[in-house]
């Protein structure tokens, strides 16, 4: 399997992990960092991706933290793994945020069912009052308030850069690690392309834990 191929498919199973919440790439981890410039991870929800322009989606509450640290510092890393295939996917890009009010956010405001709309309804995360919002206290009929704290994140992996003033590479958007014993035959060498779009290793190591 050529590594275009490889990637193509981690994208695929990144695209339908988005209407599966039983996938493995369902919940991945966003990194970003803080104004001290320590770096912040997360787990987050996986709800949109377009495999064509290499972009993920996600729902956030505008008085986070991490909202904050992306509006100062659009640089971010996602990284997620997969225990049935043994993959892991890591992406470098940048992250547009979408605050309530704008085309995107609304769009996305509506595709949410009662409950997940009403957890927008408490005090801001790491709050007590974040706990306020619970099922049974939800309209499950109309628009629940809270979407004045929702927000969209959307994470375009970086381009390939190519090469700068000096001829030197600068730098791999994303990488795919597996298990070379399930794309070559047992005892091959450690292989990489560089491709031109992506770098992806094949990595001997022990299962990612």
Request: glycine content about 8%.
């Amino acid at each position: 399997m050529q590594h275009h191929d490889v990637e193509a498919a981690a994208w695929q199973n990144l695209e339908d992990a988005a209407d599966d919440p039983r996938s493995g790439y369902r919940y991945l981890t966003l990194c970003s960092v803080n104004a001290d410039l320590a770096p912040q991870a997360r787990t987050v929800v996986l709800r949109c991706v377009d495999c064509s322009f290499r972009v993920l989606e996600f729902h956030t509450d505008i008085r986070s933290p991490k909202w904050a640290e992306l509006t100062s510092n659009p640089q971010a890393s996602v990284l997620g793994y997969c225990p049935e295939t043994r993959t892991q996917l890591r992406l470098f890009g940048r992250i547009t945020l979408f605050p309530s009010g704008t085309d995107r956010a609304e769009q996305a405001w509506q595709t949410l069912p009662p409950w997940t709309r009403g957890t927008y309804s408490g005090g801001p995360p790491g709050d007590e009052r974040a706990f306020e919002a619970r099922p049974e206290n939800v309209v499950h009929s109309g628009n629940v308030g809270g979407n004045q704290a929702f927000g969209v994140a959307s994470f375009e992996r970086h381009p390939w850069t190519g090469s700068n003033c000096k001829g030197r590479t600068t730098g791999a958007p994303s990488s795919v690690m597996t298990k070379p014993a399930r794309l070559f035959p047992a005892g091959g060498s450690i292989r990489k392309y560089l491709h031109a779009q992506s770098l992806i290793r094949w990595v001997k190591a022990a299962p990612v834990s």
